[in-house]
């Protein structure tokens, strides 16, 4: 069967009605695009992006910065824990210390008067004997006064010279002398010189010096060897 078109071909094909809204982006024709334009906006999103990636990094770093701070905190108040036991191992030290040169001036001084016996008696030359020794001062340094008598003034002269030789006497000097006499033998008199001196205890050298230590052992001093 033949058909037979009566309406005329306009040569335009009708459009079709879209249904619902439609969406259309602004259109630039006409205008100039500046490569430098987009060149900055390029700069600027490069800029943003880099922005970005430094606060995620520093956030980063400071998360793990208050991990260290934490961590120093608990060590900080561990070591100050032992601080304190440090100080007050010091502290008992320190007081140890202190009465140990209490017992050791205390020990010092409970020898002299045997230092003095000791060293006057070793200085006494033949023809001379001691009547006194007596201390004459109320503290340190120790001041003494001996009496004696002597054969002869060359008897007296030496022993004065020995005393004073002493390291543990210092400062002798003759107070009186006068010639005496004395009952000898079967009642014999003889003239003699009576004396009075007068010294000062002094502490020796350190090289002169041989201590004990409180733990055991001599300890002998530098430059002294032992006898």
Do not use: C
Request: no cysteine; charged share 25%.
């Amino acid at each position: 069967m033949i058909e037979v078109n009566l309406i005329p071909d306009t040569g335009k094909k009708k459009k079709r009605k879209r249904k619902g809204p439609s969406l259309s982006l602004p259109s630039f024709n006409g205008i100039p695009v500046d490569r430098w334009v987009a060149v900055a906006g390029v700069a600027i999103l490069a800029a943003l992006g880099a922005f970005g990636w430094m606060f995620a990094g520093t956030t980063g770093q400071a998360q793990e910065l208050d991990l260290k701070i934490e961590a120093a905190v608990r060590d900080s108040l561990r070591l100050s824990a032992v601080i304190e036991r440090a100080e007050a191992l010091t502290a008992r030290s320190d007081s140890i210390a202190r009465r140990v040169d209490v017992i050791q001036q205390i020990d010092v001084a409970r020898y002299v008067w045997p230092h003095i016996m000791d060293e006057v008696a070793r200085a006494l030359p033949d023809y001379t004997w001691l009547t006194r020794i007596q201390q004459v001062s109320s503290g340190d340094p120790v001041v003494f006064r001996i009496e004696g008598r002597a054969g002869t003034y060359f008897a007296l002269t030496a022993f004065m010279e020995a005393v004073e030789a002493s390291p543990f006497i210092r400062g002798t000097r003759l107070i009186s002398s006068e010639q005496i006499f004395v009952t000898v033998g079967a009642g014999a008199q003889r003239l003699v010189y009576s004396f009075t001196l007068e010294a000062g205890y002094r502490h020796p050298p350190l090289d002169y010096l041989e201590t004990e230590s409180l733990f055991g052992g001599i300890v002998m001093a530098p430059g002294r060897e032992e006898e």
